[in-house]
Nanobody, 124 residues
Framework: QVQLVESGGGLVQAGGSLRLSCAAS????????MGWFRQAPGKEREFVAA????????KHQDSVKGRFTISKDNAKNTVYLQMNSLKPEDTAVYYC?????????????????WGQGTQVTVSS
C-alpha cells in the first residue's frame, strides 16, 4: 500500500497560480502511475490529469489543458500539479491517487490508493 499526502491548496484569486504536491511513501513509486482528481460540492469526482510511471507520458482534461501541468519526480517520490490561470470553476477538493501500473488512466475507479485531499478555492 502506498500512502499519499497532498499539500499546496489554498485560496487564490482568479487568474492566479498554485502548485499542488503529493508526497508518496513506499518503494514502489517509480513503478506507479499517478493521477489528480477533483470533486466540487454536489458533483462527482472528475479526472484532472494523469502521468505514467516514468513521468514521460501525461494526459490532461480538456478544460485544464494549457493551464495545468502534471509532473513526477521519482527521486523525490512526489507528483506535482502546477495550476495557472485559475478560474472559479476550478474550486474543488483535489486528490492525488496512484496505481501500480506503467500506464496512466483517467478513470478514478482504477486507482487503488488515495490521499486525503487538499482544498483549492478560486475567488472571482
Amino acid at each position: 500500500q502506498v500512502q499519499l499526502v497532498e499539500s499546496g491548496g489554498g485560496l487564490v484569486q482568479a487568474g492566479g497560480s498554485l502548485r499542488l504536491s503529493c508526497a508518496a511513501s513506499g518503494r514502489t513509486f517509480r513503478s506507479n502511475a499517478m493521477g489528480w482528481f477533483r470533486q466540487a460540492p454536489g458533483k462527482e469526482r472528475e479526472f484532472v490529469a494523469a502521468i505514467d510511471s516514468s513521468g514521460r507520458i501525461t494526459k490532461h482534461q480538456d478544460s485544464v489543458k494549457g493551464r495545468f501541468t502534471i509532473s513526477k519526480d521519482n527521486a523525490k517520490n512526489t507528483v506535482y500539479l502546477q495550476m495557472n490561470s485559475l478560474k472559479p470553476e476550478d474550486t474543488a477538493v483535489y486528490y492525488c491517487a496512484t496505481r501500480a501500473s506503467t500506464y496512466l488512466y483517467s478513470d478514478y475507479r482504477l486507482y487503488t490508493d488515495w490521499g486525503q485531499g487538499t482544498q483549492v478555492t478560486v475567488s472571482s
